[in-house]
């Protein structure tokens, strides 16, 4: 199927859901399959015990229940997040992270203050929460148990990096409920965890790296110009994490899809690295907190998208940066009639895609194909795209009719 892409080659900075071909398709063929394979072996390994922890948030009251799927996931999430970050959670100073925690939070309340803090955070985050000397010794933990104390410098530390804001709130009920366990139950499960966190990092690397296969190279030749930046942890992110996500992205639509198919308007939101030229020259026009593309070129994938839009029965709306993402939903997205699809890459749609579902709103969501903005990734920046195939049958499960892309 043909995909309205504008550029011949496309330069692999960390992941590319295309590799050689001419779109994305066949991934979302095999990011289906993989999904399958996990959860039927999650399902097998937790399913007891999701379920008992469902029954406790429901006498509890602790939140509108969700899927058992959503919880197995974010099971997985905290045994994968244990298996790269645990020796570094353990290694640093509980006073040191509840600080930067502070700070994150607010940076997030008082946006005036972000460059100062993002300035201060960059510094003591390089220096505090990432312990290269303990990097070659990743694979010690591989096979280790944690106990439900190292859980919690887990959960402290991913707090003290600020990405992994909704994950957080998540675990931390995870950890409730452990709590009252026995001992026993906690470490027959914590040990199955840890096993489970391994076999997934492998069966991902099996199937995905063809994906993901240059985030190694990115971090060898680029990572150490990010240090002592705000994004050194982002960056640094590791090849297991972007599968991690690229399985919660296709667990959260299947898990959202019916809610999101009931609404009766839809709108789809879409990364400023998206538009041509880097967005300059840009025309677009301030919307509140998005902006609105007024097609100002034709070769812009936002205008084709937008122009898809508007004969297809949907909104386009441009978020300048992930930051802007949150205080977007919040003003605009509470409005039950409206289905959203967020786009946007592998590193930021789990924590959008949670953020949504606290809200209620009926979301779906879609990977970029590639990332390139220039705030993080390439100092250029390279116009991102995504596979409209896929936006199509997730908006109404119809091929797209190109004729609609005339602009
Ligand atoms: S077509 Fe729209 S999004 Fe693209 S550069 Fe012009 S105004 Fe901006």
Not at 92 to 99: G, S
Not at 131 to 136: C, G, P, T, V
Not at 349 to 354: A, F, R, S, V, Y
């Amino acid at each position: 199927m043909e995909q309205f892409n504008n550029e011949t080659s496309i330069k692999t900075i960390t992941y590319n859901l295309m590799r050689n071909e001419e779109n994305s398709d066949f991934y979302y063929n095999e990011i289906s399959n993989f999904t399958d394979a996990v959860l039927l072996k999650a399902d097998d390994r937790f399913r007891p015990l999701v379920k008992l922890y469902m029954e406790y948030i429901r006498q509890n009251s602790l939140e509108n229940l969700r899927s058992e799927h959503e919880y197995l996931f974010e099971f997985i999430s905290l045994g994968v997040y244990w298996k790269i970050y645990g020796l570094r959670s353990l290694a640093v100073n509980p006073y040191i992270a509840k600080f930067l925690a502070k700070l994150y939070e607010l940076r997030r309340n008082h946006r005036h203050l972000k460059p100062s803090i993002d300035y201060i955070r960059g510094i003591l985050g390089t220096i505090f929460l990432v312990k290269e000397d303990l990097e070659e010794n990743t694979n010690n933990i591989n096979s280790n148990i944690p106990s439900l104390n190292n859980l919690k410098s887990l959960v402290l530390w991913l707090e003290a990096t600020g990405e992994f804001k909704e994950e957080v709130k998540r675990f931390k009920q995870w950890l409730g409920y452990l709590s009252i366990r026995s001992v026993i139950d906690i470490n027959k499960y914590l040990k199955r965890l840890a096993e489970f966190a391994s076999w997934f990092e492998l069966k991902s690397e099996f199937l995905l790296s063809n994906y993901t296969y240059n985030i190694e190279e990115f971090q060898r030749t680029k990572l150490d110009g990010h240090k002592f930046k705000e994004d050194y942890i982002f960056c640094s992110r590791k090849k297991v994490e972007y599968h991690l996500s690229m399985f919660g992205a296709e667990v959260m639509n299947r898990e959202f899809r019916d809610e999101f198919s009931k609404t009766v308007r839809k709108a789809v939101l879409l990364p400023a690295c998206m538009r041509i030229n880097n967005g300059m020259n840009c025309k677009a026009r301030k919307n509140s907190l998005d902006l609105v593309c007024t097609g100002c070129n034709s070769q812009c994938r936002i205008n084709q998208i937008t122009n898809l839009g508007k004969n297809s029965g949907f909104a386009v709306h441009i978020i300048p940066h992930s930051s802007s993402f949150t205080k977007w939903l919040e003003s605009w997205g509470v409005d039950q009639g409206i289905g959203v699809v967020g786009v946007a890459c592998p590193l930021n749609l789990i924590t959008g895609g949670l953020e949504m579902k606290a809200l209620d709103i009926a979301a779906q969501c879609v990977l970029l194909d590639y990332c390139g903005c220039k705030n993080h990734w390439d100092n250029g920046g390279i116009s991102t795209a995504l596979n409209i195939n896929e936006l199509m049958r997730i908006i109404n499960s119809q091929e797209v009719n190109y004729a609609a892309l005339a602009v």
